[in-house]
């Protein structure tokens, strides 16, 4: 069966209505062959824009329903997730070419978010804060917030949506979803697996709840410009983050960006090299080196460097590479040829400044619009471009050190600032690592990778990476307005700071 078929038989079984598959001029590709699976209409801004004032219509009705109900529908979200974990982990492999066991796990990451959400539902508190006038009572109260806007980006193509939507529709506010112009089908299967979720619902839940806009980033900037979004949540580049992140500021809407990262692990003498090997491949290697928390920079003692370098190598001469759909490969193919040409670029430019690459071949696999490589482990001599930016391919670039302070400096001397590690047995590094002069990431991990967040801390990352917070801890915080209130229960009216205002 082509993979095209294929797509179209699990689009069908997940309730995607087959019309919308041809016809139109956005061609999604599987990175697996390369062949065009679906041929979708974009939209146009002004759908767009009507897409959001109907979302606005159907928070002023969500808003009402008492948030334990909302977390009703989340619960019911997650029931049909589970339901179709296999068909959409499926499709997620094919649209974005990750092995099973990781399209599966992504999906698996939107249920875990649901459940937390389903708590939440019920612990949307504020404070009860004391005051200085008497017969007075202060407290914070929190509101739905309105329209979240959100946009995704390809490589984690329904986690994201999920992430924010599951805390959004708890939180009481509806959801528009511009998802990467390179994934759109996973983003449909969604949009009818929540449609199922809300006719079980029943009548409660509005129309419009959520809407899903097909288009490349024209339609993402109706999103960030509509004056009926107050947040946009927004994951992906830098360069998308430097776009978008002002033209919101001028409007006064809320930004959560998550953008890229350039992630280091720095490995002492302490550490322990088996786990340090295993945890390294993975967080270098895995998703072939396209999650924004993938370990790219490795910072190594010197000491222990001649007995974990050349493992390293072989595990990366050996791993397998090839479909993720068919056998059994660790590392699937690269999204596109951009991909393909940027790791390409950046490993030249490595050994123009004295890097020593181990892989990094294109490997041939008889479909010529398919982009698979070897990851490839660069040894640098100096941290130097383009070990400072990001590169979303499988390049891990070595460096030596000789003392922890060298080892900080550069661990934090880069744009980025989303996830980090240390692997140490020695308790001065770890906590020095977490502390305030340690990493200077969002993400700060000790003797685990730099990749593979669970959902019940707050996901996101400092500097460059945009300075956004979603999933768990208080992510919910930003998806809410805090009003605070002051109740006087006295008949007097005491003014704060002693101010005296008598009229007569
Ligand atoms: P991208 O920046 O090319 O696109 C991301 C999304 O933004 C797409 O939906 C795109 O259409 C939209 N977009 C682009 N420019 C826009 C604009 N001016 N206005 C409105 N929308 C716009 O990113 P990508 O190639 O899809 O994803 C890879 C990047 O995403 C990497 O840098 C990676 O590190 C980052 N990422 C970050 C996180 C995180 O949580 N920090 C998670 C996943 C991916």
Known sequence: MTVAKETAELLAKLGVDKAVLSGGDLQVRSPVTGEVIASLKQMSAAEAGKAVDAAHEAFKAWRLVPGPKRGELVRLLGEELRAHKTELGRLVSIEVGKIPSEGLGEVQEMIDICDFAVGLSRQLYGLTIATERPGHRMMETWHPLGVIGVISAFNFPVAVWSWNSALALVCGDSVVWKPSEKTPLTALACEAIFARAVKRFGADAPNDLLKVLIGDRAVGEVLVDHPKVPLVSATGSTRMGREVGPRLAKRFARAVLELGGNNAGIVTPTADLDMALRAIAFGAMGTAGQRCTTLRRLIVHESVYDQLVPRLKKAYESVSVGNPLEGKALVGPLIDKAAFDGMQKALKEAEAHGGKVTGGARVENG????????????????????????????????????????????????????????????????????????????IANVNIGTSGAEIGGAFGGEKETGGGRESGSDAWKAYMRRATNTVNYSTALPLAQGVSFDID
């Open 367 to 442: 479909h010529p619009d398919a982009y698979y490589v070897h990851p490839a482990l660069v040894e640098m001599p100096s941290q130097v471009s383009p070990v400072t930016e990001e590169t979303f391919a499988p390049i891990l670039y070595v460096m030596k050190y000789k003392d922890f302070d060298e080892a900080l400096d550069l661990h934090n001397a880069v744009g980025a600032g989303l996830s980090s590690s240390i692997f140490t047995r020695d308790i001065m590094e770890s906590e020095r690592f977490l502390s305030a002069e340690g990493s200077d990431c969002g």
